[in-house]
């Protein structure tokens, strides 16, 4: 299965994004985590869904971000509210086999 992150971009402070994961096939059966890579740091883990729809969140982002899911079309997506700068890194979803090539989140004014 690949995986194909989009929707990042530009955005000011307390602004929001929708970033998308899709599939290439079924990841009905699978737990899908974000995680995102700032420069000069090491990938940090963002927010897991169970294939049941059960959501965990990193404390950074608690209250913030939403992760859900669409089983029917393949797709994982992260809602993320009231960003802050430090929410600038290259964001990427997996299933703990394989990555996508990420999308970029800048959030500058």
């Known amino acids: 299965v690949q995986l194909v992150e989009s929707g990042g971009g530009l955005v000011q402070p307390g602004g929001s994004l929708r970033l998308s994961c899709a599939a290439s096939g079924s990841i009905f059966s699978d737990v899908m985590h974000w995680y995102r890579q700032a420069p000069g740091e090491q990938r940090q883990w963002v927010a897991l869904i169970t294939s049941g729809g059960t959501t965990t969140y990193s404390d950074s982002v608690k209250g913030r971000f939403t992760v859900s899911r669409d089983n029917a079309k393949n797709t994982v997506y992260l809602q993320m509210n009231n960003l802050k700068p430090e929410d600038t890194a290259v964001y990427y979803c997996?299933?703990?086999?394989?990555w996508g090539q990420g999308t970029q989140v800048t959030v500058s004014s």
């Open positions: 997996t299933q703990g086999r394989t």
